[in-house]
C-alpha cells in the first residue's frame, strides 16, 4: 500500500524559507514520477515540481528560481526546498506519485495516482 506523508510546512515570512519533506512507502519509490502540488482556498490544485525516475526536474514558471526539488531514493524521501517566499505561495501542499519511471504529465495532477495529506505553507507579506 502506497504511503505519502508530508511535512515541514508552517508559517513564514515573505523572502523567508521552508523545506518540505515527503516520506514514501509501501511501493518501489526509485521508480516512480514525484511531484509536488499545491492548492490555495478557492483555487485549483497546481502543479509546482516534478522529479522523475532519472531525476529530470519540471515546474511550474512561477516557482523557478527559487524552489528546488530533489529525491533521496536510499532514504524513500521527496523534498521542496523553498527560497524568497511570497505570500502567493501560500496553500496547502502535497506529495503525489505517478507509478511511470519518467513524469509524462509532469504537472497534470490526473496523472498522479496516489497523494499525501498535505501540509500548509503561509507566508506573510
Known amino acids: 500500500q502506497v504511503q505519502l506523508v508530508e511535512s515541514g510546512g508552517g508559517s513564514v515570512q515573505a523572502g523567508g524559507s521552508l523545506r518540505l519533506s515527503c516520506a514514501a512507502s509501501?511501493?518501489?519509490?526509485?521508480?516512480?514520477?514525484m511531484g509536488w502540488f499545491r492548492q490555495a482556498p478557492g483555487k485549483e490544485r497546481e502543479g509546482v515540481a516534478t522529479?522523475?525516475?532519472?531525476?529530470?526536474?519540471t515546474y511550474v514558471d512561477s516557482v523557478k528560481g527559487r524552489f528546488i526539488i530533489s529525491r533521496d531514493n536510499a532514504r524513500n524521501t521527496l523534498s521542496l526546498q523553498m527560497n524568497s517566499l511570497k505570500p502567493e505561495d501560500t496553500a496547502m501542499y502535497y506529495c503525489a506519485a505517478d507509478p511511470r519511471p519518467w513524469c509524462v504529465s509532469p504537472l497534470i495532477d490526473t496523472a498522479y495516482n496516489y497523494w499525501g495529506q498535505g501540509t500548509q505553507v503561509t507566508v506573510s507579506s
Open positions: 509501501g511501493y518501489a519509490y526509485r521508480t516512480y514520477c
Open positions: 522529479i522523475d525516475s532519472e531525476l529530470i526536474t
